[in-house]
């Protein structure tokens, strides 16, 4: 009990309430020993008097604001039920959080609602973890299994319980979830994906839905997933108890069957359903029962598809489905079966003869109809010898008919463990450990109780003895570890309870008894119980209610339960009779007599007895109580030899809403699971625990005196006793200090009172120092202004001063401005009337000489153009008459060879026509020569022509000009009367000027207006254009953006089904392993070598007929059996029978077993099946892709056409249409000038090749030798190339690729061997080899392949096959026929290699792959302790405060290795120094590189934050600074090496938003909007996680309060972009890689540096 001191004035405290269970309240008042009441105020403001008799009946105590929410409800300050309720209650409304630990305890609130909190991202986070430092899961407490087992070498078990409706079954899936994930082995076989597939099976066959929940689970089962010495998933094993049998003949109301019934009913349309005569759920006896026919939100359709899919992956073939199918639909029909009553006392009974239920059961089952309608309403008896039949009334027929039903229903159920259990057991290897999960009911108490309840119970109460053990077990170990002086702790030991069941003359004792008398009943075991614990020896555990004869009570440790005795002897003996069982065994149906074939061989059966005419035989059977508390023994045996944890579920409300807790529910179930217990143990010894040191940093405050924190024991030693008188409160061990309930809240306080002196102190020093602080400034500031107000004073003087001189000096100036103006505008005028006058003048002459030179130029136009008519009438008739007589000559010419044609002699001379042809061409080719000189001389001459006319013209031109010159000038005699004319027009031109200055003056005003209007205008203008061009810019932009998502997005798909693809390979090749491992040990055939041989499996691109041709790579010793995924593309849809029929080919062991009618393992023969559609899947999907990529390309394109012209058309329409029209005219006519130049270069060419290719063949073909044989033309030739013999093509690609070791292939250049490959490649083109040249590269790009699977775990020689594949893809796409024509300098490759460039396209992108896979494999591990748990920043951890309760580790957690090599950002920055350096030493493109690491900083950002997100212990401010200065480090070492402009440092903004998130205030509405504009980057759901996991690490930090974070989420509904609503990143999302085209440079064998360690000389330079 808590110290009274702590009931003081202010304290919270807990007062039991009718509805909430416990509300919390306020003392106002502080406690004295003798008060009767406490002045308490509640939470709504009202004030009660809660009356107090003693100080144990004070109510409890609450916990500080800082302990609110924790996620382990040990480390609470006070320990009780009000604390518990009110931690999970803040958990599961407040933070969303439905896992709490409780110690070893994983407490599981149901939600109701589909979280996203179980995607691999949260594995992946989970994996390798503490448990004490994640968020508590499920995922969690698997890990924690899984790394004892592995680390300690122990079983271990993991117990899932509670109440139906509560979530065991999802916790049991996602447990078995994870340990498929992460105990899944690299070869990836089958072994997960079954271990999976039978949660669906076991759902349908044993779940159903009830009253508290849909997909209730009516047996209890545990799960051995056998691990072997590698952690790996080999096996599984499944044990199941007490199925609900009754649940098949009865349902209550609102309930169903088992699903399977409804699932076949809802599937009773399909074609191979039609034979099984189903009908309607309503329609039948055992299904309608209940009234529920659907289930909200579930597809029973559906369902039945995913059972059929699952009993396929175990193995199980369609027919034996249908079977199985068949059986459980007999059952259906069995119960339609209509039993009539006959008789004077209905004594008797009968079923007619034309029964159609009865029919179609008999049909389906394979039995006769006849002896089942007999032995249905009769049964024999053995009497003294004899054997009589005797009929059965009506009620006793529908009891046997039911019985059958059930029987038959277990009989298959076991069968099917039983078939589950053989397709999860495994031979690949012996099981080193395994983990046991236990899906079981929980405690169950109805208004009608009966032995189902009774058995549940009881395995319940088993199962509490052992966790209670369990628990005190733990404490035990720590007081003894830690050497403490302890009393024993006194918990609720159920063993009574347990012997009142299972004990000597106990109920199940006394039941088996009864149900072995002849005529025993329910109501005399029921007097007998009365007899045997009420009377004679009366049992603290029993009870008679008060008003009934027919029940009992048991006083269980969850709660009292009421059972009813009717029915329980039927129950127990569950027998069925021995005739019905002989028709059975005697079924048409295979699986219908196995199922009850191996009944007559042993003593008992496993669901029920079977009752026959003798006696002695019944009483030897095991009744089902018996058979229950054995196999309840052998489990719990089971989990005592392993390490047990425990997951509690709990069902928040009985009404399944979402997010909506019922305190009374809730408290109901911890009493009954053993949370309340587990703290009770807890709490009964020292739940407080504190290291020394942390205990030291948090409370050192108290100590007196300074001490250091290396004597942090012996000053721990030393103080507490002066700070807490009784010795009994606390107690020392070897490493802690242990402190008794209330303890911890007493030094809270004593620390807070010793603070809040220290405070004052500091307050009154401070204030005095601001104060006289504020002395000294005001004086300052006195000061300060005196001296400004006379600096004002005196500026202003001179001020006035300086504008007095200056209002003269302006005057002045302005007169003399004004003055000046009007001057300059007479000027001006003046001058501009001169300038018209003279322009008018000029423009007049100048018009008369435009007019004359226009006449004469016309005359010379027309003459000109008459002149050449008469010359092109001329021309034609000439030529019209050389053709007339030309046409005549040719026609005679024709004629003459014709005649010539049809002797023999043309035979004879065709070879000298070919030469006289071939002479023809070479005297044209001279001609066209000669006259081309010709041309030119002709053009040089007329040149020379128009120069000297040209010279001719400029001396005459000049020869004039100077007669001009020296012409003299007469001097005019003017007269009076000119004088007198001249002095008029004088006047009158001044008249003029005075006239049209004034017009041009206006005309100037004018001109200004317009000049303003038009720079409007323009303005305008150039604004809509602006606009425009901006509004075509950005649809430019979006349109361009839209078009690279959606290429990213095929490109990320195209890239996915690679990595599909290549782990299909690889599982391809493990399993092929595996069979021929399996083939091996199965037994031994003596075959030659040569034989042998022929036992290796086919490939799936062989043909079953002949065998594969031989490559060079047949001797390798990795060799590669699948196709490349460029061949799988390619490959036909058609080609399926045939791969089937290779699949479908056995090996001569197999002959061997089916000729000795031995039966192989139906996976085994499913398993060639499964990987041809495998492989053919594979293969459509890649053309399917290939297909759409095509298609979408060619969209692509036409919308960027249609865009272009938009533009064009936009451009066009804008101010500077004409402008920009012709410039483009202009660009138009530029391109096609050079379109021009092109072309007529290219003609050029071609007559010169022409000319080379003449003067080669003229000699041979004038040569009598070869001119009877037809000559062959030759390539262009190449020089600088390497030759590669036919025989030294395997050498070359062993000693280049396959066989090249480690050293000396990292010592090579960059892509050298890609250099020499495609030299040898382009020899073999060049000869003219197409077919050796294919092969070649071929045989390359396999080789490659298979040294990327050799080092599929070395980055360096990853790194070297990916520089080699993208060199030898680029120098082949480099010179192929397209883009070396468009080049125009290389010369094309003849071979058509375009499947081989696009196999390299995707061996680069596997290769890139593979790269990244092995450092993000690396990275792994030290991302999390280098990012977050690194102290880079020495101090500013140990500086902050330990938090309140926070040392307390879980118990069976490790701790961390603290003297180990502690992993900092040094490491992780040396890992990607490391990748950095492999990439660069391979001359890798800068792009590339860029990409990589953009990828591994995503991958290292997604991680970091998936920790964050998941572990309290980070969030705080402390750590934050720390993780903000290690993600600096690896921005500067990013920037460092010119990796931030691909984006890796972009990547990162999410983990650098989430660490200023930390930093950040949180607290007013400015805070909270400041967040939501900061993280941009970060989800509503992350940024809420992460407020809510905040924890203060320091007194002068806060806990993010609910209004603030209710504040947060309002704005964030608001944001203007909306994330993703996801919690984690996903860590395994791959951006889509581009490989840049950079063509290489043209290689030579003389600049290549071959070393002789190759030993490649065989090679010759060609």
Request: glycine residues 4%; aromatic residues 6%.
């Amino acid at each position: 009990m808590a110290t009274l001191e702590l009931y003081s004035k202010g304290a919270s405290v807990w007062i039991p309430d009718p509805d909430a269970v416990w509300v919390s309240a306020q003392l106002l008042e502080d406690y004295s020993p003798g008060h009767k009441h406490l002045l308490l105020q509640l939470s709504d403001g009202n004030e009660v008097h809660y009356p107090v008799g003693s100080s144990s009946d004070l109510p409890p105590l609450g916990n500080p604001d800082i302990l609110e929410g924790e996620n382990d409800l040990t480390t609470l300050t006070f320990l009780h039920e009000p604390a518990v309720l009110h931690n999970l209650r803040v958990r599961f409304l407040d933070y969303s959080s439905i896992y709490t630990y409780c110690g070893i305890v994983l407490v599981a609130i149901n939600p109701y609602d589909q979280l996203p909190i179980y995607g691999e991202e949260v594995i992946d986070a989970y994996c390798g973890q503490d448990m004490a430092d994640m968020e508590p899961h499920i995922f969690s407490v698997a890990e924690e299994a899984y790394r004892t087992m592995i680390r300690e070498e122990k079983k271990q078990s993991i117990i899932i319980s509670g109440e139906s409706g509560s979530g065991k079954t999802v916790s049991a899936k996602f447990t078995m979830r994870y340990f498929a994930v992460v105990g899944g082995t690299a070869q990836q076989t089958r072994v997960e994906e079954r271990v999976l597939a039978s949660n669906p099976i076991m759902e349908s066959i044993g779940n159903a839905k009830t009253i508290r929940n849909d997909n209730s689970s009516r047996f209890g089962k545990y799960i051995e997933i056998g691990f072997g010495r590698k952690g790996d998933i080999i096996g599984a094993n499944m044990r199941t108890y007490l199925l609900e049998k009754s649940r098949v003949v009865f349902q209550a109301s609102a309930e169903r069957n088992y699903h399977i019934f409804y699932q076949l009913c809802a599937s009773r349309e399909l074609l191979e359903m039609r034979s099984l005569r189903l009908d309607a759920p309503e329609h039948f006896h055992y299904t309608k029962q209940g009234g529920e026919m659907q289930i909200p939100a579930t597809d029973d359709l559906s369902d039945l598809e995913r059972t059929r899919s699952a009993f396929s992956i175990l193995g199980m073939q369609p027919d034996q489905q249908m079977e199985l199918f068949r059986i459980l639909s007999a059952i259906l029909h069995l119960g339609n079966v209509n039993i009539q009553a006959s008789g004077r006392s209905s004594d008797r009974s009968y079923i007619d003869a034309d029964d159609h239920s009865l029919a179609i059961f008999s049909k389906l089952l394979g039995v006769e109809r006849p002896q089942m309608a007999q032995w249905l309403c009769h049964r024999r008896l053995a009497v003294r010898g004899e054997i009589l039949v005797k009929p059965m009334s009506g009620q006793q027929a529908a009891e046997a008919r039911d019985a059958l039903a059930k029987h038959i229903y277990g009989q298959l159920f076991t069968w099917i463990v039983h078939r589950l259990n053989s397709a999860l057991h495994t031979q690949r290897g012996q099981v080193k450990s395994f983990i046991g999960v236990l899906d079981i009911y929980g405690f169950e108490t109805f208004d009608r109780n009966s032995f189902e309840q009774f058995c549940i119970n009881y395995a319940n109460e088993k199962l509490q003895q052992q966790f209670n053990r369990h628990v005190f077990h733990l404490e035990q170990e720590e007081y003894i570890r830690e050497e403490l002086a302890w009393n024993r702790i006194k918990f609720n030991d159920n063993q009574q309870c347990i012997s009142l069941i299972e004990g000597q003359l106990g109920l199940f004792d006394l039941l088996d008894e009864e149900c072995r008398m002849p005529k025993g009943s329910d109501e005399s075991w029921v007097h007998k119980l009365y007899d045997q614990h009420l009377t004679s020896k009366p049992h603290p555990h029993f009870q008679k209610p008060r008003m009934s004869n027919s029940a009992f009570i048991v006083l269980h440790f969850a709660d009292m339960v009421q059972y009813e005795c009717h029915g329980f002897l039927d129950k127990n003996r569950d027998t069925v009779f021995e005739e019905l069982i002989n028709i059975l065994k005697a079924s048409q149906s295979e699986l219908v007599a196995e199922l009850f074939q191996e009944q007559g061989k042993v003593s008992s059966v496993t669901n029920g007895s079977v009752r026959s005419g003798k006696r002695a035989t019944r009483e030897h059977k095991l009744t089902v109580g018996s058979q229950f508390r054995q196999s309840l023994q052998m489990l719990m045996d089971t989990l005592n030899s392993t390490t047990p944890h425990y997951v509690r579920c709990i069902k928040p409300n009985d009404l399944k809403e979402p997010f909506m807790f019922d305190p009374k529910r809730i408290v109901q179930q911890l009493r009954a699971c053993g949370v309340l217990e587990t703290i009770r143990i807890s709490a009964a010894g020292y739940p407080s625990r504190w290291m020394y040191e942390e205990f030291f940093r948090r409370y050192h405050v108290l100590f007196q005196g300074l001490k250091s924190q290396e004597q942090a024991q012996a000053s721990c030693r030393q103080t507490l006793p002066q700070l807490i008188p009784d010795p009994e409160q606390y107690c020392f061990g070897k490493t802690k200090v242990f402190f008794r309930a209330g303890q911890v809240a007493l030094l809270e306080r004593m620390r807070a009172e010793r603070l809040c002196v220290a405070a004052v102190i500091i307050q009154s020093q401070v204030r005095g120092w601001l104060a006289r602080i504020r002395y000294t400034r005001i004086l300052w500031a006195t000061v300060t202004i005196q001296r400004y107000c006379r600096g004002v004073l005196a500026r202003r003087l001179a001020l006035t001063l300086r504008y007095t001189k200056a209002a003269l000096v302006i005057q002045k100036t302005f007169r003399m401005v004004v003055v000046r103006q009007l001057f300059l505008m007479i000027r001006q005028a003046t001058i501009t009337i001169q300038a018209f006058s003279r322009g008018m003048l000029a423009r007049r002459s100048y018009r008369l000489l435009v007019a004359e030179r226009a006449a004469v130029l016309l005359q010379t136009r027309v003459r000109g153009w008459l002149a050449r008519q008469t010359y092109r009438r001329i021309y034609a008739a000439v030529v019209f008459m050389q053709c007339c007589v030309r046409r005549k000559a040719a026609r005679r010419e024709l004629l003459k060879l014709k005649t010539e044609a049809r002797s023999v002699e043309r035979y004879r001379e065709l070879n000298k026509g070919m030469e006289v042809k071939l002479m023809q061409l070479q005297l044209r080719a001279d001609q066209e020569a000669r006259e081309s000189a010709a041309l030119r001389e002709t053009l040089n001459i007329e040149r020379a022509a128009a120069s000297a006319e040209l010279e001719t013209l400029r001396a005459m031109i000049q020869k004039l000009e100077s007669q001009k010159h020296e012409k003299p000038q007469p001097s005019p005699v003017i007269s009076e009367k000119k004088v007198e004319q001249r002095r008029r027009a004088e006047e009158k031109a001044a008249q003029e000027i005075l006239q049209l200055t004034q017009e041009l003056q206006a005309l100037q005003r004018e001109r200004d207006c317009f000049y303003r209007e038009k720079e409007d205008l323009s303005a305008c203008l150039l604004e809509q254009a602006k606009t425009q061009e901006e509004c075509v810019h950005q649809a430019v932009s979006q349109a361009s953006a839209a078009l690279r998502a959606e290429l990213d997005d095929e490109r990320t798909k195209y890239q996915g089904l690679l990595r599909e693809f290549t782990r299909l390979e690889q599982r391809y090749n493990n399993l092929r392993e595996m069979n021929l491992l399996a083939e091996h040990t199965k037994g031994h055939r003596r075959t030659d070598s040569a034989q042998s041989l022929s036992l290796e499996p086919l490939s799936p691109t062989s043909s079953p007929l002949s065998p594969p041709p031989l490559s060079p790579l047949s001797i390798s010793p990795i060799p590669s059996t699948f196709p490349s995924p460029e061949q799988v593309r390619r490959a036909s849809v058609v080609s399926l029978e045939r791969k089937l029929l290779v699949w479908s080919s056995d090996t001569p062991l197999d002959q061997l077993m089916e000729k000795m009618d031995v039966v192989k393992d139906p996976a085994v023969k499913m398993r060639g099946e499964d990987l041809a559609h495998a492989y053919d899947a594979v293969r459509v999907a890649n053309k399917f892709l290939e297909c759409q990529l095509q298609n979408q390309r060619s969209q692509w394109e036409e919308e960027l056409e249609a865009l272009r012209s938009q533009l064009s058309q936009a451009i066009c329409g804008s101010s500077l249409a004409a402008q920009r029209q012709e410039l483009q005219e202009l660009l138009e006519a530029r391109e096609q000038e050079c379109v021009k130049l092109r072309r007529e270069l290219k003609e050029l060419r071609n007559t010169v090749s022409l000319r080379r290719v003449l003067t080669q063949v003229l000699p041979s073909v004038l040569t009598p030798e070869t001119s009877s044989c037809p000559s062959r033309t030759k390539p262009a030739t190449v020089t600088g190339l390497l030759e590669c013999r036919k025989r030294d093509e395997t050498r070359l690609i062993k000693n280049l690729i396959t066989d090249i070791h480690v050293d000396s292939a990292l010592s090579l250049s960059p892509g050298l061997s890609a250099s020499v490959l495609f030299l040898c490649v382009r020899q073999a083109d060049c000869s003219g080899d197409q077919a050796r040249a294919r092969s070649l590269c071929s045989a390359a790009v396999t080789a490659m392949k298979t040294a990327l699977k050799k080092h599929s775990n070395d980055a360096d020689m990853s790194a070297l096959w990916l520089k080699n594949a993208c060199l030898l893809h680029d120098l082949l796409a480099q010179h192929s026929p397209k883009r070396a024509l468009d080049s125009g300098e290389l010369v094309p490759l003849t071979t058509d290699l375009g499947d081989l460039i696009r196999t390299l396209s995707d061996l680069c992108i596997q290769a890139y792959q593979q790269l990244l896979t092995i450092i993000e494999t690396r990275l792994h591990y030290i991302i999390v302790p280098a990012l977050l748990e690194s102290e880079t920043i020495p101090g500013l951890s140990d500086s902050a405060a330990v938090k309140l309760g926070t040392s307390r580790k879980r118990a069976g957690s490790d701790a961390r290795n603290v003297g180990g090599n502690a992993v900092t950002m040094a490491s992780m920055l040396r890992e990607l120094g490391a990748f950095h350096s492999a990439l660069s030493h391979q001359a890798l493109p800068p792009t590339l590189m860029e990409q990589a690491f953009r990828q591994l900083t995503y991958f290292i950002s997604a991680t970091a934050l998936n920790s964050l997100l998941l572990r309290k212990d980070m969030c705080c401010w402390s750590r934050g600074m720390q993780i903000r200065y290690n993600v600096s480090l690896l921005e500067d070492w990013l920037r460092s090496h010119g990796l931030q402009a691909g984006g890796a440092v972009a990547t990162l903004e999410p983990l650098i938003q989430a660490v200023q998130l930390l930093q950040a205030g949180k607290k007013t509405e400015a805070d909270a909007q400041a967040l939501v504009q900061t993280c941009s980057a970060l989800s509503s759901q992350q940024i809420v996680k992460i407020l809510t996991l905040y924890t203060p690490h320091s007194d002068t930090d806060e806990r993010v309060t609910l209004n603030f974070i209710r504040t947060v989420q309002g704005l964030l509904k608001g944001r203007p972009y909306a994330l993703p609503p996801q919690l984690l990143m996903d860590v395994r999302r791959v951006f889509p890689v581009t490989f840049p085209y950079v063509p290489p440079t043209v290689l030579h064998a003389e600049k290549l540096v071959i070393p002789d360690s190759l030993k490649i000389s065989f090679l010759r330079r060609a």
